[in-house]
């Protein structure tokens, strides 16, 4: 599928190079051409044209990418140190750029106070460490900490987290102005995290997100937002238009701020937070996931019904954003919150279903073998 607009930062840079390369060939011919008084020799035009190619516009990316992540809370963590919780599914994450979203403290505990002192009713999620080397092993590339847990045991339990990922090769993205960036042969990705909680880069600052995005399509070819956004339980399949509650609490209006940030140059938009799968639309030739669901928990959250259906989306994008093909595993949620593949498919319909409910004919169409559509 081509895209209705066409990058700026690729014509930019395409606009550069061509510039550059007329001047290196005028002055070069002025050097061939001319005798030491400097008069002219041959004509130019007789000589070779260099032809300008670019293994970069050529290129393609693939990415995968889950919903939210948790293994647990210490004391109460997997029987096997979390070794089998990704081991039916690791296949499915096999791609360039591998993306979830870590909602569990990787911290020992030193040093971080918990956000629950004092309170009677509260959720604060830590697993050990060592845990960042599951998600290496299955296949992440980066983890998204722009959410309402990363700050469950305070500024130390993220700093811990965010030491335990690099010790492990892994990028983190989501904390204010961050940008992560991953080279994929000779193009540039950037990965930008977004949630409306402390800590994180604010979803609900349009204005500053669509900054943010456009520095991003500065430093890289392809830029990918991910949000973590919505409110949360099964009465909250349905994206609406508007900013949405939960607890009282704004969690965003994900349709303003989708559309804002591929307006600014995202070329791929990845949600998660309501716990539930969503839509998904395209917008400007862009497609917005606007929520995978749960992808793994240790009685973490309610894996019940819709809360234990979920997917794998993965993506090819060229270079410059155009389309080339996607589809979606449909993943359940077994035992204690395993993610295994679903055998019934559920997720296929219920993301084939809400799109078209939610978007009509900008919803995404996916087909009996979970390919993604593309809009036309």
């Known amino acids: 599928m081509e895209s209705s607009r066409a990058p700026q930062r690729q014509l930019q840079r395409r606009l550069a190079a061509l510039t550059f390369v007329a001047a290196t060939i005028a002055a070069f011919l002025c050097f061939l051409n001319a005798d030491e008084s400097g008069t002219a020799l041959a004509d130019p035009a007789a000589?070779?044209?260099?032809?300008?190619?670019?293994?970069?516009?050529?290129?393609?990316?693939?990415?995968?990418?889950?919903?939210?992540?948790?293994?647990?809370?210490?004391?109460?963590?997997?029987?096997?140190?979390?070794?089998?919780?990704?081991?039916?599914?690791?296949?499915?994450?096999?791609?360039?750029?591998?993306?979830?979203?870590?909602?569990?403290?990787?911290?020992?505990?030193?040093?971080?106070?918990?956000?629950?002192?004092?309170?009677?009713?509260?959720?604060?999620?830590?697993?050990?460490?060592?845990?960042?080397?599951?998600?290496?092993?299955?296949?992440?590339?980066?983890?998204?900490?722009?959410?309402?847990?990363?700050?469950?045991?305070?500024?130390?339990?993220?700093?811990?987290?965010?030491?335990?990922?690099?010790?492990?090769?892994?990028?983190?993205?989501?904390?204010?102005?961050?940008?992560?960036?991953?080279?994929?042969?000779?193009?540039?990705?950037?990965?930008?995290?977004?949630?409306?909680?402390?800590?994180?880069?604010?979803?609900?600052?349009?204005?500053?997100?669509?900054?943010?995005?456009?520095?991003?399509?500065?430093?890289?070819?392809?830029?990918?937002?991910?949000?973590?956004?919505?409110?949360?339980?099964?009465?909250?399949?349905?994206?609406?238009?508007?900013?949405?509650?939960?607890?009282?609490?704004?969690?965003?209006d994900v349709v303003a701020f989708s559309h804002a940030v591929v307006d600014a140059g995202a070329d791929l938009v990845l949600g998660h937070g309501p716990h539930v799968l969503r839509a998904m639309e395209w917008y400007r030739g862009r497609l917005i996931a606007y929520s995978l669901g749960n992808f793994s928990s240790f009685r973490n959250f309610n894996t019940s019904g819709s809360g234990g259906v979920s997917a794998v989306v993965r993506v090819t994008l060229r270079s410059d954003g155009r389309w080339v093909r996607g589809d979606l595993v449909p993943i359940r949620l077994v035992g204690d919150g395993t993610p295994v593949r679903d055998q019934a498919r559920t997720a296929l319909g219920v993301v084939r279903g809400l799109s078209q409910q939610d978007f009509g004919r900008r919803g995404a169409r996916v087909d009996a073998r979970g390919n993604l559509i593309a809009a036309r």
Request: aromatic share 6%.
């Open 47 to 252: 000589l070779p044209v260099a032809k300008t190619t670019s293994a970069e516009v050529s290129a393609t990316v693939r990415f995968a990418a889950t919903g939210d992540i948790a293994f647990g809370s210490t004391p109460s963590l997997p029987p096997d140190g979390g070794r089998s919780m990704f081991a039916q599914v690791a296949q499915f994450l096999d791609a360039d750029v591998v993306l979830g979203n870590l909602e569990t403290v990787l911290a020992d505990g030193s040093g971080a106070g918990t956000k629950c002192a004092g309170r009677t009713a509260c959720f604060a999620f830590r697993a050990p460490q060592q845990y960042a080397r599951l998600l290496s092993s299955a296949g992440f590339t980066v983890l998204n900490l722009a959410n309402n847990h990363s700050y469950d045991f305070g500024p130390a339990g993220l700093e811990q987290t965010v030491a335990a990922l690099r010790r492990t090769r892994l990028s983190s993205t989501g904390r204010p102005g961050e940008i992560a960036v991953q080279n994929v042969g000779p193009v540039r990705v950037a990965i930008v995290g977004f949630a409306p909680h402390p800590g994180a880069q604010d979803l609900r600052d349009i204005a500053a997100a669509r900054k943010l995005v456009r520095r991003a399509a500065m430093r890289a070819d392809l830029v990918v937002v991910t949000m973590h956004a919505g409110a949360e339980g099964s009465d909250a399949v349905h994206v609406r238009p508007g900013v949405e509650t939960y607890e009282g609490e704004n969690r965003g």
